[in-house]
């Protein structure tokens, strides 16, 4: 066997370990949702389309909604698309979300994280509703 392949914390002597795309999705997904600025993650339309099926009896939560992931035996490159709440400096969210990703999935999976691209696609207004058509800071018309 060749011992530059079997070098590293998922390739050993005693067997490989693979990790899957939606591992890393779900790690990367979760640590943007954790940064305080992120209000959502995603475009519109699959904002959209994830507020529907979660209304769905029994269906769970897409934490790797907005995240893709470029994996290799010993690295993966992610990229994330969020909502920024407005307020909030977009630089230092997108600082925030790079230092927690590369945390994250580096330590959960051992694998180097290359690079985190974080694409911004709108900036949430205190005042906008979200995607259910409720205004966020308003009560439902039942308690008004």
């Keep these: 066997m060749d011992a ?7 390739q050993t002597p005693r067997g490989d370990t693979t ?3 939606t591992v890393v999705q779900k790690l990367a997904g979760m ?33 790797s909604n907005g995240v893709t992931v ?12 969020i909502v920024v709440e407005y307020g909030f400096s977009v630089v230092e969210v997108s600082q925030s979300i790079r230092r927690n990703v590369i945390r ?6 051992g694998l180097e994280v290359l690079e985190v691209n974080v694409n911004v696609t709108d900036v949430h207004l205190p005042d906008e509703q979200d995607e259910s058509g409720e205004s966020e800071n308003k009560p439902p018309k039942s308690l008004q």
């Design 19 to 21: 990790i899957e795309e």
């Design 104 to 109: 994250s999935v580096e330590n959960a999976t």
């Design 70 to 81: 470029e994996k290799g035996e010993r690295q993966a490159a992610v990229d994330v698309s």
């Design 4 to 10: 530059q392949r079997r070098s590293g914390p998922l």
């Design 31 to 63: 640590a943007t949702r954790e940064v305080p600025g992120v209000y959502a993650m995603g475009n519109a339309a699959r904002r959209a389309f994830s507020s529907m099926t979660e209304r769905i009896p029994g269906s769970q939560t897409n934490v």
